[in-house]
Nanobody
Framework: QVQLVESGGGLVQPGGSLRLSCAAS?????????MSWYRRAPGKERELVAS????????NFADSVKGRFTISRDNVKSTVYLQMNNLKPEDTAVYYC????WGIGYWGQGTQVTVSS
């Protein structure tokens, strides 16, 4: 059974940083074609924050986070990371890990990020 477990969320002041982790189990990490982070803010639709292709390592970011967020992976630990710097109150949301393999997508349970002074 595929499981994605996010961690690293929490409360941070504006301008601060957090690193989210998404640990994958029950799936060969090397078989994943796309790894992504989404978020859903209160009262808003879920949006793509960052994605990375496994083959070429190409990355894509939402305009609102470009220059502040980075996505990376550790194949040994089967973990995807989202490094978030210079956080803003509008980054407050539940962040979800998503991976896509062989035509099927898998979601994590989400981790709350709150940016507030």
């Amino acid at each position: 059974q595929v499981q994605l477990v996010e961690s690293g969320g929490g409360l941070v002041q504006p301008g601060g940083s957090l690193r989210l982790s998404c640990a994958a189990s029950g799936i060969s990490f090397s078989s994943i074609s796309v790894m992504s982070w989404y978020r859903r803010a209160p009262g808003k639709e879920r949006e793509l924050v960052a994605s990375m292709t496994s083959a070429g390592g190409n990355t894509n970011f939402a305009d609102s986070v470009k220059g502040r967020f980075t996505i990376s992976r550790d194949n040994v630990k089967s973990t995807v990371y989202l490094q978030m710097n210079n956080l803003k109150p509008e980054d407050t949301a539940v962040y979800y890990c998503y991976v896509f393999r062989w035509g099927i997508g898998y979601w994590g349970q989400g981790t709350q990020v709150t940016v507030s002074s």
